[in-house]
């Protein structure tokens, strides 16, 4: 269409007349005398619309999509950092609560003892021959070779070896491990020595073995053994709880007797762990010791119900023949 001055006024009037209908229709609501021209054009161009809508809303949704798509994936990117993050603030807080109630106990069987001690984690395990394992302390914060390492339940091992930051710690399960020790009560002294590999292997529950001094001296399985300390406290200070005698083998001979031992300390979960700085004043024995175990009730015999008595049958009693004399007599 050419654009004419007759066609310029041809649309004004059409764009005066829709706009007075709008006005019209708007102003007079729900008894609008447009409300069938409404009707009317809802059935013409109402099937018009939702077929351009059908055609035109799936296009917009797509372009929708891709246009929000990177700030979707940054949301998130960012929603699965937050979430990890809680999962790590909520394990750690775990592991800060289970270390913290370790520390508890390790500072109340320290002072049991009288022993100095600085605490320490253990941060690797060692891979050779060795049983050893590697703490976060080391020379900076005091630590020497042969000085005892202990945790809350007892004896751990010895220092050896001494960095900067860092220490390795020989266990007592080692095979070269010799440890001087006494059975409570009895107080006869011997040497525990380590049997390898922390238990898992040859051994089992009993990594550690313990031969008497005086092979004739008594011993029984259910003593416990703590250590008996070393010339000049190192590199074992005395007292520190060991195990106890799980079961006790004679030699052939008969003339010894190898009693093994279940260990106090779990090898094989080491964590928060305590290197004794300064030895006790005095021997503290059996002090460190946990109370027994109270002994399993006895059980006690129940009363039978007895067999139900038959009833008593009275004896009937026969008259006996008289014996007064008569008269006749």
């Known amino acids: 269409m050419k654009d004419t001055r007759r066609t310029r006024v041809v649309l004004g009037a059409l764009l005066v007349v829709a706009l007075a209908m709008i006005t019209i229709d708007y102003r007079g609501g729900h008894d609008s005398p447009l409300r069938g021209l409404r009707g009317v054009g809802a059935t013409v161009f109402g099937p018009v619309e939702r077929a351009s809508a059908s055609v035109v ?43 913290s109630a370790q520390l508890r106990r390790l500072l109340g069987t320290a002072g049991m003892g009288g022993y100095k001690i600085h605490a320490a984690q253990v941060i690797s395990a060692g891979q050779g021959f060795e049983d050893t394992v590697t703490i ?11 000085m005892t390492v202990m945790s809350a339940d007892g004896l751990v091992g010895r220092v050896t070896r001494v960095g900067p930051a860092t220490a390795t710690v020989l ?37 550690l073995r313990f ?10 399985v259910g003593q416990r053994i703590v250590t008996l300390g070393s010339q000049g406290q190192k590199p074992y200070v005395p007292g520190v709880p060991i195990g ?21 300390v779990r090898f094989t979960s080491l964590d928060v762990v305590a290197v004794v700085v300064a030895p006790p004043e005095t021997d503290p024995r059996d002090a460190v010791l946990p109370p027994k175990p109270p002994p399993p009730p006895t059980p006690t015999p129940t009363a039978t ?3 139900s008595k038959s009833p008593k049958t ?6 006996s023949p008289s014996t007064n004399p008569t008269r006749g007599d």
Do not use: C, M, W
């Open 57 to 99: 809303r799936p296009v917009g949704n797509t372009f929708d999509a891709i246009t929000d798509a990177p700030g979707e994936r940054r949301r998130a990117d960012r929603l699965a950092r937050q979430n990890q993050r809680l999962r790590e603030q909520l394990r750690s807080s775990r592991l800060d609560q289970d270390r």
């Open 136 to 146: 976060d302390v080391g020379s900076r914060s005091g630590i020497r070779p042969d």
């Open 171 to 207: 266990l007592a399960t080692d095979q070269t491990s010799s440890i001087g020790s006494r059975l409570e009560e009895s107080k006869e002294i011997g040497i525990t020595q380590g049997r390898g590999r922390r238990g898992l292997g040859r051994g089992s529950a009993t990594p």
């Open 211 to 220: 031969q008497l001094l005086d092979a004739a001296a008594p011993i029984r």
């Open 244 to 264: 106890v005698v799980e079961r006790i083998e004679r030699s052939t001979s008969g003339l010894t007797r190898t009693a093994y031992v279940r260990p106090f």
């Open 305 to 307: 119900p007895s067999a």
């Open 314 to 319: 009275k004896p009937r009693h026969s008259k």
